[in-house]
């Protein structure tokens, strides 16, 4: 069983940053893929970004191509997400999520091992 905790949502002005963290425990997640979902009020989670087992491939909604980075460090079994110049569209709950397959998917069905969310809110 993989364990995954979510940091670093917080209140941010339009333009701002943010770095979102995701920890793992309970097993080494170093041989699966892992991504970031987010839900805004009254819609359905989509996807936002997603990296390989090895950290070799990623894969960003149009959104956020360009303001968005997700890495991972497996020795320490943490992925990130940096996001720069933020806006109102990025409000919402953001997910980790880790899967038991070596590579990424962009549906929720994807993965096997989800945080509990930490709140991202930008404000105009």
């Known amino acids: 069983q993989v364990h995954v905790v979510e940091s670093g949502g917080g ?7 943010l770095r979102l963290s995701c920890a793992a425990s309970g097993r080494s997640f170093s041989t699966g893929a892992m991504a970031w979902f987010r ?8 996807f ?16 956020v191509k360009g303001r968005f980075t997700i890495s991972r460090d497996n020795a320490k079994n943490t992925a ?7 806006n109102s569209e ?5 997910y980790c999520a880790a899967s038991r397959s070596l590579a990424w ?5 994807g993965y096997d091992y989800w945080g ?3 709140q991202v809110t930008v404000s105009s």
């Open 48 to 63: 936002v970004a997603a990296i390989s087992w090895s950290g070799s491939s990623t894969y960003y909604r149009d959104s």
């Open 116 to 118: 509990q969310g930490t």
């Open 11 to 17: 209140l941010v002005q339009a333009g701002g940053s």
């Open 90 to 94: 990025d409000t919402g709950v953001y």
């Open 80 to 86: 990130h997400l940096q996001m720069n110049s933020l």
């Open 39 to 46: 839900q805004a009020p009254g819609k359905e989670r989509e």
């Open 105 to 109: 998917s962009v549906g929720t069905d």
